[in-house]
């Protein structure tokens, strides 16, 4: 079972407006945290933002925002004020707790263009 | 933040070879991780490798076609070995890093590899 969806391969937004990237996950671990990785055509992977799973507070970064809601099982990715240079894949991760290590499970990407 | 440094950035290869990809951090870390990207695709956990012990490999992947070396805390090297043209993928190392109550997963610039 696919443990990370992001349902929107592709999202387009105009300059300086807001975009939200959906992620949902599923996990029976009551202990986990959500990532957000930018992804531009350079193949390097940008860190933007963590949730864990006990943070009361939605996180966020500057631009960037997580909207938390736990009990659907969502994480959604909110960027604010959208620049040219925010076009990229993004992907969000879940951290899986294993015997005695852990592991990032990817979402399938969603790739934002921004228009001028 | 970590500084993650990947050598070499890209390589082209011929079918039969072997690669070996470097990756250095500039800070002790326990566990580090390299992932695959296939062209197109989402981030893959190959293994884990913790210096001292032998890697851990993910299903689907085994240590004679990836062979990892974690000769100290700061350093690590994973062997693409008797490569095909189904390796060309992106491979990327990453290590995790807690700052406070943040936690993050940092990954290196990735080397390109295509195999002819």
């Known amino acids: 079972a696919q443990k990370i969806t992001q349902t929107q391969p592709g999202m387009f937004v105009q300059e300086k407006e807001a975009v939200t990237l959906d992620c949902t996950y599923d996990t029976s671990d009551p202990s986990y945290g959500l990532f957000w990785y930018k992804q531009p055509s350079s193949g390097e992977m940008i860190f933007l933002i963590y949730q864990g799973s006990y943070d009361q507070q939605n996180a966020t970064e500057g631009r960037y925002s997580l909207n938390f809601q736990k009990a659907r099982k969502s994480a959604n990715l909110v960027i604010s004020a959208s620049q040219l240079g925010d076009s990229a894949m993004y992907f969000c991760a879940m951290r899986e707790v294993m015997d005695s290590s852990y592991k990032l499970i990817f979402g399938s990407g969603t790739r934002l263009l921004v228009r001028p | 933040s970590a500084v993650i440094s990947q050598k070499p950035s890209r390589d082209i290869c011929q079918r039969g070879t072997s690669l070996t990809i470097q990756c250095q951090v500039d800070?002790?870390?326990?566990?580090m991780f390299w992932y695959r990207q296939q062209p197109g695709q989402s981030l893959t956990l190959i293994a884990t490798a913790n210096q001292g012990s032998e890697a851990t490999y993910e299903s689907g992947f085994v240590i004679d076609k990836f062979p990892i070396s974690r000769p100290n805390l700061t350093f690590s090297t994973l062997t693409v070995s008797n490569m095909s043209p189904e390796d060309s993928s992106i491979y990327l190392c990453?290590?995790?890093?807690?700052?406070?109550?943040?936690?993050?997963?940092?990954f290196g610039p990735g080397t390109r590899l295509l195999v002819l």
């Open positions: 990453s290590v995790d890093r807690i700052a406070g109550t943040q936690e993050t997963q940092y």
């Open positions: 800070s002790q870390v326990t566990m």
